[in-house]
């Protein structure tokens, strides 16, 4: 009897395989995405759910032009850094913590060699000091927001996240990385659209009505601001759904419906409105307190935010003296951080709503020796140096793209004694830092922070000396 080629095991040698063929493969090492890698051949296989050295029987899901993907069906033989008991029973179905598998110390030794050889690619990083990773205060539980896609009928709603490369929505149930405040307003809004009848909205066809569920909770207070995003302004739907919320979840304090009519992948439309009296939430880092509205940028873990910014003001080793510019200072984090310690600090933020929260915040501090502004990073550093302004430093904090080389050059330029880049992609900060090294400022030192367990992500801070 011939036997079917896709459910017959074979060794990973050929590249003939073809989707939903299982064979068996023995995994060299992780990806920067968290993807076992094996070979087929001339192709790389990558795989979720596994860990260097293990060799494991995988159903191949994907085969491409230069890269095939594949998911678990088996281990056979397992690795020491393996956890055997997860805390999550949608593991090897969602792709949003690859590293779960992994014992807690073993992400930290695996984040630390990620970052150590994306370092080591530039020469003039090779005699830097690299440190171990700081931990998350907390490896699960420690995401205080979330924006959830809503999909499925109002009979059986579906609330979680795309799964990779599709528009399939992933039940996420009672996820082990959320605040548990945050998993109670799941479930109690997908309680509320079965007993409301709320129309789920459908891209297929654009009609329904709700599209997205937004959370934020403020840990301290323990209370959560909702945001329902929905295709339309209609109050009637909605309005029941907030009552029925704060009826079974009272921690809610702010709800607020947000219409985004359009068809990109864009969550937020342009107009908020409130259900609730309040609109705001207070959050803190440390000793520094934050108002946050439906769109402020807030730190997702804040015991690793305050880890970052605590190592930010030790490097800073400030005296009272220094006029500090932070560089994509967003709401004002790291600037309000830093304020106390120095004679004057300048945050500079090219999105105004980012701005004006940041004014707010420090009024809410009663800080007044820091100020913001909004504009081009570029220009705005290029006034600055026009004017002959003295920086003793200057702290960047880019988005993942990092830094335009011409940022970094008019930086240099304006010649503060240190530099601090704080960095959510170690590849960027990589480029930057050598960039930065042929302008005259060595990196002294990195130090990773855990911001986010679980997953192949890692927060860096790097002091930089002027040569």
């Not at 030794?109 to 050889?117: C, M, N, Q, S």
């Not at 009552?243 to 864009?266: D, E, I």
């Not at 880890?307 to 309000?336: M, Q």
């Not at 793209?401 to 601090?420: F, N, S, Y």
Request: aromatic share 6%; proline share 6%.
């Amino acid at each position: 009897m011939k036997k079917n080629p896709a459910t017959t095991t074979k060794p990973a040698r050929k590249d003939d395989i073809k989707a939903g063929q299982l064979i068996d493969v023995t995994i060299a090492t992780l990806n920067e995405d968290g993807f076992g890698m094996a070979t087929t051949g001339t192709k790389p296989l990558l795989v979720s759910g596994v860990l260097p050295g293990e060799q494991a029987q995988v159903r191949v899901t994907f085969v491409g032009r230069r890269e095939c993907f594949a998911t678990v069906v088996r281990i056979l033989r397992h690795a020491p850094q393996r956890l055997m008991s997860t805390p999550c029973e949608k593991l090897g179905h969602c792709d949003g913590c690859p590293l779960m598998f992994m014992k807690y110390p073993a992400q930290l030794a695996w984040k630390r060699e990620l970052v150590e050889k994306t370092l080591a690619r530039f020469r003039s990083l090779q005699e830097l000091m690299l440190h171990d990773v700081l931990p998350s205060p907390r490896p699960l539980h420690y995401r205080n927001s979330a924006k959830l896609v809503v999909s499925g009928k109002s009979v059986a709603p579906v609330i979680g996240i795309y799964r990779r490369n599709s528009h399939e929505v992933l039940e996420i149930g009672d996820c082990p990385l959320h605040h548990p405040l945050i998993n109670s307003i799941v479930a109690a809004v997908k309680e509320g659209i079965r007993k409301g009848k709320v129309p789920v909205y459908s891209p297929r066809n654009g009609r329904g009505l709700l599209r997205y569920l937004v959370i934020r909770v403020a840990e301290a207070e323990n209370r959560a601001m909702v945001v329902f995003v929905t295709a339309e302004r209609s109050f009637n739907e909605i309005h029941h759904l907030a009552k029925h919320l704060q009826a079974v979840v009272p921690q809610v304090a702010v709800v607020a419906q947000n219409v985004n009519a359009s068809s990109g992948n864009a969550i937020l439309g342009d107009r908020d409105h409130f259900i609730t009296q309040e609109r705001t939430l207070h959050a803190s880092i440390g000793e520094t307190r934050f108002t946050i509205s439906p769109r402020s940028f807030f730190q997702v873990n804040s015991g690793s935010a305050e880890i970052i910014y605590g190592k930010v003001r030790e490097w800073a080793d400030l005296t009272g003296r220094e006029f500090v510019v932070d560089l994509y200072c967003g709401i004002g984090g790291i600037s309000l951080y830093l304020a106390p310690s120095a004679k004057k600090v300048l945050g500079i933020e090219v999105v105004e709503a980012a701005v004006a929260d940041a004014e707010l915040n420090a009024r809410l501090n009663g800080i007044d020796n820091c100020t913001f502004e909004a504009g081009d990073a570029g220009t705005l550093l290029t006034e600055l140096r026009q004017n002959q302004e003295r920086v003793d430093l200057l702290v960047l904090n880019p988005p993942r793209k990092g830094c335009d080389e011409q940022v970094l050059r008019v930086a240099a330029d304006l010649g503060p004694t240190r530099m601090i880049y704080v960095s959510c992609s170690p590849a960027t900060l990589a480029r930057d830092l050598d960039i930065l090294a042929n302008l005259g400022y060595r990196t002294v030192r990195v130090q990773p922070v855990d911001m986010f367990p679980q997953t192949p992500h890692v927060e860096n801070v790097a002091l930089l000396a002027r040569d």
